[in-house]
Antibody, heavy 123, light 107 residues
Framework: QVQLQESGPGLVKPSQTLSLTCTVS??????????WSWIRHLPGKGLEWIGY???????DYNPSLKSRLTISIDTSKNHFSLDLSSVTAADTALYFC???????????????WGHGTMVTVSS | DIQMTQSPSSLSASVGDRVTITCQAS??????LNWYHQKPGKAPKLLIY???NLETGVPSRFTGSGSGTDFTFTIHSLQPEDIATYYC?????????FGQGTKVEVK
């Protein structure tokens, strides 16, 4: 079965770029039937969808983050990545990667999640 | 963005009780609504998709209903392992958005 694993630094300085990678195992990132998403859980708040990427490199981003956000994919390494620039303390969160199924059926759901990685923005 | 409003924000119930959570969308999302629960420090888990379909492997005590703007999630017999925060999520329109969550505790 498909499993996801986030990796990246747990501490980022303000104004720098937060970079995370999600490695997909147990299946191909190029399967074509799903999108690969980033979602974060802000402390004391709820869940926020960051954006997703399809294996063709098509992306859609949350407008609230779009100006600072890049999501990319490397099909040869079976992983996708998140770069969030000019971070502030407000970007401190538990970051998840997740599979958004339903590309073909249009019945979308986040059905597989990574364990999550905590990122703190602090000097 | 479509706003998803859940109520209540928290509740406490006894083992065996029926628990109901509501979720209201700021516009018609047909049945494009999923339910998850999340335990502290863990990833959310998909429970219900397309408003009323039980995800494979999820206990049948969890049900969902509704369409349009008003949705309901029910735990028919609360178990100790159901302690979690429950979220609704719409996928009708980008960006995908979540409700603010309902924290369920056991008395």
């Amino acid at each position: 079965q498909v499993q996801l694993q986030e990796s990246g630094p747990g501490l980022v300085k303000p104004s720098q770029t937060l970079s995370l990678t999600c490695t997909v195992s147990g299946g191909s990132i190029s399967s074509g039937d799903c999108y690969w998403s980033w979602i974060r859980h802000l402390p004391g708040k709820g869940l926020e969808w960051i954006g997703y990427i399809y294996y063709t490199a098509h992306t859609d981003y949350n407008p609230s983050l779009k100006s600072r956000l890049t999501i990319s994919i490397d099909t040869s390494k079976n992983h996708f990545s998140l770069d969030l620039s000019s971070v502030t303390a407000a970007d401190t969160a538990l970051y998840f990667c997740a599979r958004d199924r339903g590309h073909l059926s249009s019945h979308h759901a986040f059905d597989v999640w990574g364990h999550g990685t905590m990122v703190t923005v602090s000097s | 963005d479509i706003q998803m409003t859940q109520s209540p924000s928290s509740l406490s119930a006894s083992v065996g009780d029926r628990v109901t959570i509501t979720c209201q969308a700021s516009q018609d999302i047909t049945n494009s609504l999923n339910w998850y629960h999340q335990k502290p420090g863990k990833a959310p888990k998909l429970l219900i998709y397309d408003a009323s379909n039980l995800e494979t492997g999820v206990p049948s005590r969890f049900t969902g209903s509704g369409s349009g703007t008003d949705f309901t999630f029910t735990i028919h017999s609360l178990q100790p392992e159901d302690i979690a925060t429950y979220y609704c999520q719409q996928y009708h329109t980008l960006p995908r958005t979540f409700g603010q969550g309902t924290k369920v505790e056991v008395k």
